[in-house]
Protein backbone atom coordinates (compact mmCIF):
# COMPACT_ATOMS: atom_id res chain seq x y z
CA UNK A 1 0.00 0.00 0.00
CA UNK A 2 2.99 2.57 0.78
CA UNK A 3 4.55 2.11 -2.77
CA UNK A 4 0.88 2.72 -4.51
CA UNK A 5 0.77 6.04 -2.58
CA UNK A 6 4.38 6.86 -2.77
CA UNK A 7 4.14 6.30 -6.43
CA UNK A 8 1.05 8.12 -7.02
CA UNK A 9 2.19 10.91 -5.72
CA UNK A 10 4.83 10.21 -8.80
CA UNK A 11 3.82 9.19 -11.34
CA UNK A 12 -0.20 8.53 -11.46
CA UNK A 13 -0.34 6.06 -13.90
CA UNK A 14 2.43 3.77 -12.79
CA UNK A 15 0.71 3.84 -9.38
CA UNK A 16 -2.55 2.46 -11.13
CA UNK A 17 -0.41 -0.08 -12.82
CA UNK A 18 0.61 -0.79 -9.49
CA UNK A 19 -2.20 -1.20 -7.78
CA UNK A 20 -3.83 -3.95 -8.53
CA UNK A 21 -7.14 -5.16 -7.74
CA UNK A 22 -6.49 -7.93 -4.96
CA UNK A 23 -9.68 -9.53 -5.92
CA UNK A 24 -9.04 -9.29 -9.95
CA UNK A 25 -7.59 -13.11 -9.91
CA UNK A 26 -10.07 -14.60 -7.20
CA UNK A 27 -13.17 -17.04 -7.59
CA UNK A 28 -16.27 -14.50 -8.31
CA UNK A 29 -18.94 -15.80 -5.61
CA UNK A 30 -22.48 -16.50 -6.90
CA UNK A 31 -24.63 -14.22 -5.32
CA UNK A 32 -28.73 -14.41 -5.55
CA UNK A 33 -31.74 -13.78 -3.71
CA UNK A 34 -31.92 -16.24 -0.68
CA UNK A 35 -34.98 -18.30 -1.19
CA UNK A 36 -37.48 -19.85 1.23
CA UNK A 37 -36.35 -23.22 -0.04
CA UNK A 38 -32.29 -22.00 1.16
CA UNK A 39 -33.89 -21.39 4.11
CA UNK A 40 -35.41 -24.42 4.83
CA UNK A 41 -32.63 -26.68 2.95
CA UNK A 42 -30.75 -24.71 5.74
CA UNK A 43 -32.76 -26.13 8.37
CA UNK A 44 -32.98 -29.59 7.28
CA UNK A 45 -28.98 -29.62 6.72
CA UNK A 46 -28.86 -28.57 10.17
CA UNK A 47 -31.36 -31.71 11.00
CA UNK A 48 -29.04 -34.18 9.14
CA UNK A 49 -28.99 -38.19 10.05
CA UNK A 50 -27.97 -39.50 13.56
CA UNK A 51 -24.05 -39.90 12.68
CA UNK A 52 -23.36 -36.58 12.18
CA UNK A 53 -20.39 -35.25 14.73
CA UNK A 54 -20.23 -32.03 15.70
CA UNK A 55 -16.99 -30.59 15.41
CA UNK A 56 -16.51 -26.74 16.44
CA UNK A 57 -13.73 -24.06 14.99
CA UNK A 58 -10.68 -23.70 17.14
CA UNK A 59 -10.35 -19.83 18.14
CA UNK A 60 -6.76 -20.35 17.92
CA UNK A 61 -6.19 -21.57 14.71
CA UNK A 62 -9.39 -20.66 12.19
CA UNK A 63 -9.23 -17.05 10.58
CA UNK A 64 -11.61 -14.82 8.91
CA UNK A 65 -10.13 -12.05 7.19
CA UNK A 66 -10.62 -9.92 4.50
CA UNK A 67 -8.91 -7.41 1.63
CA UNK A 68 -10.60 -4.60 0.55
CA UNK A 69 -9.50 -1.86 -2.02
CA UNK A 70 -9.52 1.02 -3.53
CA UNK A 71 -7.49 3.02 -6.38
CA UNK A 72 -4.73 3.82 -4.43
CA UNK A 73 -4.25 0.84 -2.79
CA UNK A 74 -5.57 -2.20 -0.45
CA UNK A 75 -6.29 -3.12 3.06
CA UNK A 76 -6.23 -6.30 5.24
CA UNK A 77 -8.55 -6.83 7.73
CA UNK A 78 -10.84 -9.58 9.39
CA UNK A 79 -12.81 -10.96 12.17
CA UNK A 80 -11.39 -11.48 15.94
CA UNK A 81 -14.30 -13.37 17.22
CA UNK A 82 -16.01 -15.66 15.67
CA UNK A 83 -18.07 -19.65 16.11
CA UNK A 84 -18.32 -22.00 14.44
CA UNK A 85 -19.33 -26.10 14.01
CA UNK A 86 -19.32 -28.22 11.19
CA UNK A 87 -22.07 -31.44 11.47
CA UNK A 88 -19.83 -34.05 10.00
CA UNK A 89 -21.91 -37.11 7.90
CA UNK A 90 -19.75 -40.41 7.32
CA UNK A 91 -16.89 -38.37 7.25
CA UNK A 92 -17.83 -36.81 3.61
CA UNK A 93 -18.27 -32.98 3.51
CA UNK A 94 -21.00 -33.28 0.82
CA UNK A 95 -23.17 -34.63 2.92
CA UNK A 96 -22.36 -32.04 6.12
CA UNK A 97 -22.81 -28.63 6.38
CA UNK A 98 -21.41 -25.78 8.45
CA UNK A 99 -22.64 -22.88 10.19
CA UNK A 100 -20.35 -19.70 11.10
CA UNK A 101 -21.40 -16.99 13.60
CA UNK A 102 -19.12 -13.71 13.07
CA UNK A 103 -19.23 -11.06 16.05
CA UNK A 104 -19.00 -8.05 13.46
CA UNK A 105 -17.64 -5.57 16.72
CA UNK A 106 -14.59 -8.12 16.45
CA UNK A 107 -13.45 -6.48 13.46
CA UNK A 108 -10.08 -5.44 12.91
CA UNK A 109 -8.01 -4.02 10.27
CA UNK A 110 -4.37 -2.99 9.55
CA UNK A 111 -4.94 1.02 10.09
CA UNK A 112 -6.87 1.52 13.78
CA UNK A 113 -8.79 4.57 12.07
CA UNK A 114 -9.99 2.57 9.44
CA UNK A 115 -11.56 0.31 12.23
CA UNK A 116 -13.90 2.85 13.45
CA UNK A 117 -14.90 4.30 9.94
CA UNK A 118 -15.61 0.26 8.82
CA UNK A 119 -17.82 -0.09 12.46
CA UNK A 120 -19.93 2.89 11.02
CA UNK A 121 -23.15 2.91 9.26
CA UNK A 122 -21.03 3.85 6.15
CA UNK A 123 -19.99 -0.03 6.21
CA UNK A 124 -21.35 -2.57 8.79
CA UNK A 125 -22.73 -0.65 10.99
CA UNK A 126 -22.07 -3.24 13.79
CA UNK A 127 -24.41 -1.38 16.19
CA UNK A 128 -27.53 -2.32 14.21
CA UNK A 129 -25.88 -5.32 12.78
CA UNK A 130 -24.08 -6.96 15.12
CA UNK A 131 -23.88 -10.45 13.97
CA UNK A 132 -23.10 -11.49 10.41
CA UNK A 133 -24.12 -15.31 10.15
CA UNK A 134 -23.65 -18.19 7.22
CA UNK A 135 -25.23 -21.86 7.22
CA UNK A 136 -24.67 -23.42 4.72
CA UNK A 137 -27.33 -25.46 2.09
CA UNK A 138 -25.04 -27.45 -0.43
CA UNK A 139 -21.46 -28.53 -0.57
CA UNK A 140 -20.96 -29.80 -3.62
CA UNK A 141 -17.68 -31.76 -4.93
CA UNK A 142 -15.56 -29.57 -7.34
CA UNK A 143 -13.14 -30.75 -10.36
CA UNK A 144 -10.27 -31.87 -7.75
CA UNK A 145 -10.60 -34.21 -4.92
CA UNK A 146 -10.73 -31.87 -1.33
CA UNK A 147 -12.20 -29.09 -3.69
CA UNK A 148 -16.31 -28.87 -3.24
CA UNK A 149 -18.38 -25.72 -4.00
CA UNK A 150 -20.03 -24.62 -0.67
CA UNK A 151 -23.49 -22.93 -0.85
CA UNK A 152 -25.14 -21.20 2.00
CA UNK A 153 -26.63 -18.30 3.22
CA UNK A 154 -25.07 -15.23 4.44
CA UNK A 155 -26.83 -12.73 6.66
CA UNK A 156 -24.44 -9.69 6.42
CA UNK A 157 -25.73 -5.99 7.24
CA UNK A 158 -29.25 -7.57 7.86
CA UNK A 159 -29.52 -8.96 4.53
CA UNK A 160 -29.61 -12.44 3.55
CA UNK A 161 -28.23 -13.69 0.53
CA UNK A 162 -27.55 -17.36 -1.06
CA UNK A 163 -23.80 -17.56 -2.28
CA UNK A 164 -21.57 -20.32 -3.62
CA UNK A 165 -18.02 -20.03 -3.51
CA UNK A 166 -15.34 -22.55 -4.23
CA UNK A 167 -13.32 -23.91 -1.16
CA UNK A 168 -10.50 -26.70 -0.29
CA UNK A 169 -12.10 -29.21 2.35
CA UNK A 170 -9.66 -31.58 4.56
CA UNK A 171 -11.11 -34.18 6.83
CA UNK A 172 -9.92 -36.79 9.46
CA UNK A 173 -11.56 -38.37 12.43
CA UNK A 174 -9.49 -35.53 14.59
CA UNK A 175 -10.24 -32.64 12.31
CA UNK A 176 -11.94 -30.45 9.44
CA UNK A 177 -9.58 -27.71 7.79
CA UNK A 178 -11.30 -25.71 5.28
CA UNK A 179 -9.52 -23.38 3.08
CA UNK A 180 -11.28 -20.97 0.87
CA UNK A 181 -10.44 -17.41 -0.74
CA UNK A 182 -13.10 -15.57 -2.92
CA UNK A 183 -14.73 -12.37 -3.23
CA UNK A 184 -18.12 -10.71 -2.74
CA UNK A 185 -19.83 -7.82 -3.84
CA UNK A 186 -20.07 -5.84 -0.94
CA UNK A 187 -23.08 -3.74 -2.71
CA UNK A 188 -24.87 -7.12 -2.81
CA UNK A 189 -25.25 -6.56 1.21
CA UNK A 190 -26.28 -2.65 1.17
CA UNK A 191 -22.66 -1.56 1.94
CA UNK A 192 -23.10 1.18 -0.48
CA UNK A 193 -20.23 3.58 0.66
CA UNK A 194 -18.59 4.74 -2.20
CA UNK A 195 -15.37 6.23 -0.73
CA UNK A 196 -13.79 9.75 -1.73
CA UNK A 197 -14.30 10.72 -5.40
CA UNK A 198 -10.73 10.47 -6.32
CA UNK A 199 -10.32 7.48 -4.11
CA UNK A 200 -13.07 5.24 -4.92
CA UNK A 201 -13.25 1.60 -2.74
CA UNK A 202 -13.55 -1.13 -5.52
CA UNK A 203 -17.22 -3.34 -4.69
CA UNK A 204 -15.12 -6.67 -4.44
CA UNK A 205 -14.12 -7.58 -1.46
CA UNK A 206 -12.01 -11.01 -0.51
CA UNK A 207 -13.20 -12.85 1.78
CA UNK A 208 -9.84 -15.72 2.99
CA UNK A 209 -11.50 -18.41 5.64
CA UNK A 210 -8.87 -20.80 7.06
CA UNK A 211 -11.01 -22.88 9.59
CA UNK A 212 -9.51 -25.65 11.75
CA UNK A 213 -12.32 -27.82 13.45
CA UNK A 214 -12.52 -30.65 15.91
CA UNK A 215 -14.57 -32.82 17.86
CA UNK A 216 -15.42 -31.05 21.18
CA UNK A 217 -14.57 -35.04 23.17
CA UNK A 218 -10.54 -34.35 22.14
CA UNK A 219 -10.27 -31.28 23.96
CA UNK A 220 -10.63 -33.57 27.28
CA UNK A 221 -8.08 -35.94 28.06
CA UNK A 222 -9.22 -37.64 31.07
CA UNK A 223 -6.97 -40.59 29.94
CA UNK A 224 -3.77 -38.87 30.83
CA UNK A 225 -1.77 -39.18 34.20
CA UNK A 226 1.02 -38.07 36.12
CA UNK A 227 4.05 -39.37 34.63
CA UNK A 228 4.94 -41.48 37.90
CA UNK A 229 9.24 -41.11 37.37
CA UNK A 230 8.72 -37.08 36.08
CA UNK A 231 11.82 -36.01 38.83
CA UNK A 232 14.03 -38.45 37.10
CA UNK A 233 13.50 -36.36 33.87
CA UNK A 234 16.28 -33.59 32.70
CA UNK A 235 15.08 -30.27 34.48
CA UNK A 236 14.93 -28.30 31.49
CA UNK A 237 13.77 -24.77 32.82
CA UNK A 238 12.70 -23.28 36.41
CA UNK A 239 11.49 -19.43 36.84
CA UNK A 240 10.18 -18.49 40.05
CA UNK A 241 6.59 -16.30 39.53
CA UNK A 242 6.24 -13.69 42.69
CA UNK A 243 3.43 -12.15 41.31
CA UNK A 244 -0.52 -12.36 39.69
CA UNK A 245 -1.41 -11.24 37.14
CA UNK A 246 1.81 -10.52 35.83
CA UNK A 247 2.70 -10.50 31.56
CA UNK A 248 3.72 -14.14 31.76
CA UNK A 249 -0.10 -14.68 32.87
CA UNK A 250 1.35 -17.63 35.04
CA UNK A 251 0.27 -18.54 38.30
CA UNK A 252 2.66 -17.67 41.64
CA UNK A 253 5.16 -20.34 42.42
CA UNK A 254 7.99 -22.07 41.85
CA UNK A 255 7.59 -23.88 38.37
CA UNK A 256 10.02 -26.89 37.54
CA UNK A 257 9.67 -27.48 33.56
CA UNK A 258 10.96 -31.61 33.12
CA UNK A 259 11.34 -33.24 30.30
CA UNK A 260 11.73 -37.21 29.72
CA UNK A 261 14.35 -38.73 27.85
CA UNK A 262 12.34 -38.77 24.29
CA UNK A 263 12.20 -35.16 23.77
CA UNK A 264 15.60 -34.41 25.41
CA UNK A 265 17.80 -34.17 22.09
CA UNK A 266 14.98 -31.74 20.64
CA UNK A 267 14.84 -29.85 23.50
CA UNK A 268 19.25 -29.74 23.21
CA UNK A 269 19.18 -29.24 19.02
CA UNK A 270 16.48 -26.80 19.08
CA UNK A 271 15.25 -26.05 15.42
CA UNK A 272 11.56 -26.05 13.27
CA UNK A 273 11.47 -29.77 13.79
CA UNK A 274 8.46 -30.87 15.97
CA UNK A 275 8.87 -32.75 19.19
CA UNK A 276 8.95 -36.46 18.91
CA UNK A 277 5.62 -38.85 20.09
CA UNK A 278 5.81 -39.87 23.40
CA UNK A 279 7.46 -36.75 24.41
CA UNK A 280 6.67 -35.36 27.77
CA UNK A 281 6.88 -32.24 29.49
CA UNK A 282 5.94 -31.47 32.89
CA UNK A 283 5.78 -28.89 34.83
CA UNK A 284 5.53 -28.67 38.57
CA UNK A 285 4.11 -25.82 40.22
CA UNK A 286 4.90 -25.48 43.93
CA UNK A 287 4.27 -22.94 46.71
CA UNK A 288 7.28 -20.99 47.68
CA UNK A 289 8.16 -18.88 51.29
CA UNK A 290 10.66 -16.28 51.87
CA UNK A 291 12.87 -17.17 55.08
CA UNK A 292 15.53 -14.52 55.41
CA UNK A 293 15.67 -13.59 52.10
CA UNK A 294 15.89 -17.23 50.60
CA UNK A 295 13.11 -18.45 48.47
CA UNK A 296 12.22 -22.11 49.83
CA UNK A 297 10.11 -24.28 47.46
CA UNK A 298 7.35 -26.25 49.15
CA UNK A 299 4.11 -28.09 48.61
CA UNK A 300 2.56 -28.78 45.25
CA UNK A 301 0.11 -26.00 43.51
CA UNK A 302 -0.34 -27.71 40.57
CA UNK A 303 1.14 -30.01 38.13
CA UNK A 304 0.89 -29.63 34.60
CA UNK A 305 1.68 -32.37 31.85
CA UNK A 306 2.08 -31.76 28.09
CA UNK A 307 2.11 -35.20 26.12
CA UNK A 308 2.64 -35.29 22.59
CA UNK A 309 0.54 -38.09 20.12
CA UNK A 310 0.49 -36.42 17.06
CA UNK A 311 -2.55 -38.41 15.70
CA UNK A 312 -4.52 -37.65 19.13
CA UNK A 313 -4.11 -34.58 19.87
CA UNK A 314 -4.02 -33.04 16.35
CA UNK A 315 -6.38 -30.21 17.16
CA UNK A 316 -4.13 -28.86 19.96
CA UNK A 317 -0.71 -28.93 18.01
CA UNK A 318 -0.04 -32.72 18.48
CA UNK A 319 -0.11 -32.11 22.59
CA UNK A 320 -2.47 -33.74 24.93
CA UNK A 321 -2.76 -31.27 28.45
CA UNK A 322 -3.66 -32.29 31.49
CA UNK A 323 -3.12 -30.45 34.84
CA UNK A 324 -4.11 -31.32 38.42
CA UNK A 325 -4.90 -29.22 41.18
CA UNK A 326 -1.91 -29.65 44.33
CA UNK A 327 -0.52 -32.19 42.42
CA UNK A 328 -3.13 -34.71 43.53
CA UNK A 329 -3.95 -37.30 40.45
CA UNK A 330 -7.80 -37.43 41.60
CA UNK A 331 -8.06 -33.62 40.73
CA UNK A 332 -7.54 -32.94 37.30
CA UNK A 333 -8.76 -29.86 35.98
CA UNK A 334 -8.87 -29.77 32.40
CA UNK A 335 -11.99 -30.26 30.74
CA UNK A 336 -11.29 -27.89 27.43
CA UNK A 337 -7.26 -28.08 26.59
CA UNK A 338 -8.14 -25.73 23.96
CA UNK A 339 -9.27 -22.73 26.27
CA UNK A 340 -7.81 -23.28 29.18
CA UNK A 341 -3.92 -24.25 27.93
CA UNK A 342 -3.58 -24.36 24.38
CA UNK A 343 -4.41 -21.06 23.58
CA UNK A 344 -1.60 -19.45 25.73
CA UNK A 345 0.77 -21.87 24.19
CA UNK A 346 -0.07 -21.26 20.50
CA UNK A 347 2.32 -17.70 19.82
CA UNK A 348 5.05 -20.46 20.54
CA UNK A 349 3.79 -22.45 17.40
CA UNK A 350 7.47 -22.08 15.88
CA UNK A 351 8.99 -23.82 18.93
CA UNK A 352 6.02 -26.53 18.62
CA UNK A 353 4.06 -24.82 21.34
CA UNK A 354 6.77 -25.52 23.95
CA UNK A 355 8.16 -21.91 25.57
CA UNK A 356 10.95 -23.79 27.41
CA UNK A 357 14.56 -23.67 25.46
CA UNK A 358 17.46 -25.29 26.33
CA UNK A 359 20.26 -23.80 28.39
CA UNK A 360 23.47 -24.71 28.71
C1 LIG B 1 -1.18 -17.79 30.65
C2 LIG B 1 -0.63 -18.59 29.57
C3 LIG B 1 -0.55 -20.10 29.82
C4 LIG B 1 -1.59 -20.95 30.04
C5 LIG B 1 -3.07 -20.64 30.15
C6 LIG B 1 -0.99 -22.27 30.13
N1 LIG B 1 0.36 -22.19 29.98
FE1 LIG B 1 1.66 -23.73 30.04
N2 LIG B 1 3.21 -22.44 29.99
C7 LIG B 1 3.11 -21.08 29.87
C8 LIG B 1 4.44 -20.49 29.98
C9 LIG B 1 4.76 -18.99 29.89
C10 LIG B 1 5.35 -21.56 30.18
C11 LIG B 1 6.87 -21.48 30.37
C12 LIG B 1 7.22 -21.01 31.75
C13 LIG B 1 7.18 -22.05 32.81
O1 LIG B 1 6.09 -22.37 33.36
O2 LIG B 1 8.22 -22.55 33.18
C14 LIG B 1 4.53 -22.77 30.15
C15 LIG B 1 5.06 -24.02 30.25
C16 LIG B 1 4.32 -25.19 30.28
C17 LIG B 1 4.89 -26.51 30.30
C18 LIG B 1 6.35 -26.86 30.18
C19 LIG B 1 6.73 -26.94 28.70
C20 LIG B 1 6.96 -25.59 28.06
O3 LIG B 1 6.14 -25.16 27.22
O4 LIG B 1 7.93 -24.90 28.42
C21 LIG B 1 3.84 -27.39 30.41
C22 LIG B 1 3.91 -28.89 30.52
C23 LIG B 1 2.62 -26.60 30.40
N3 LIG B 1 2.95 -25.26 30.30
C24 LIG B 1 1.34 -27.14 30.47
C25 LIG B 1 0.19 -26.36 30.48
C26 LIG B 1 -1.13 -26.91 30.70
C27 LIG B 1 -1.47 -28.38 30.93
C28 LIG B 1 -1.98 -25.86 30.68
C29 LIG B 1 -3.51 -25.87 30.90
C30 LIG B 1 -3.89 -26.24 32.26
C31 LIG B 1 -1.20 -24.67 30.44
N4 LIG B 1 0.12 -25.00 30.32
C32 LIG B 1 -1.74 -23.40 30.35
C33 LIG B 1 1.97 -20.37 29.66
C34 LIG B 1 0.67 -20.89 29.81
Redesign the pocket.
Known amino acids: MKICETALVGLALLALASCDDPAKDKAKAITTEATASTAQAASAVGKAAGTAVRYDFDSATSKVEWVGSKVTGKHDGGFKQFKGTVSMVDGAPEKSSVTVDIDTDSLFADQDKLVGHLKTADFFDVAKFPKATFTSTEVKKNDKPQDYIVTGSLSLHGVTKSISFPATIRTNPSAVDVAAEFAINRKDFGLAYAGKADDLIRDDVVIKLTLHASPKAERKTPELKIPADYHSGYL????L?TKEPNK???KTGV???Y?NPIGFDRLKNGGSTPYPDGTV???D?RQFSVDDGAYQQGAHK?I???VKDSNKYGSTGGWG???WLGGDPTKP??DD?VT??????VP?KSND????TYLD
Open positions: ANSMVTGLHLVIFVDVFTVMFQAIVSQCFTCHNYVFS
